[in-house]
Nanobody, 115 residues
Framework: QGQLLESGGGLVQPGGSLKLSCAAS????????MGWYRQAPGKQRELVARFRSGSDTYLSASVKGRFTIAGDIVKRTVNLQMNSLKPEDTAVYLC?????????WGQGTQVTVSS
């Protein structure tokens, strides 16, 4: 068994920046992609960004140009750099690891963008 450990959430003013980090621990060695989802109150969970390799990344249209995802599948880590944050980015951000044997989820970290 393994788990995903997230860090980096918090409260930030509009226009500010935060960096989220996620690392896998334990006996999970079949990860082929890692990414971040978010869920705001009353809304569906949505994919924000996904990393497979340096040349294979995905960013949702709502964050493209403001967020950057980087990671290392071998090291089982993924980071999300969030710049120019907006109040509508407020949500619980969840790390996800796509595995051959099924997805693994972190517990989530709260990001609040407010003045």
């Amino acid at each position: 068994q393994g788990q995903l450990l997230e860090s980096g959430g918090g409260l930030v003013q509009p226009g500010g920046s935060l960096k989220l980090s996620c690392a896998a621990s334990g006996s999970i060695f079949d990860i082929y992609a890692m990414g971040w989802y978010r869920q705001a109150p009353g809304k569906q969970r949505e994919l924000v960004a996904r990393f497979r390799s340096g040349s294979d990344t995905y960013l949702s249209a709502s964050v493209k140009g403001r967020f950057t995802i980087a990671g290392d599948i071998v090291k089982r880590t993924v980071n999300l750099q969030m710049n120019s944050l907006k109040p509508e980015d407020t949500a619980v951000y969840l790390c996800n690891a796509a595995r051959i044997g099924g997805s693994l989820w972190g517990q989530g970290t709260q990001v609040t963008v407010s003045s």
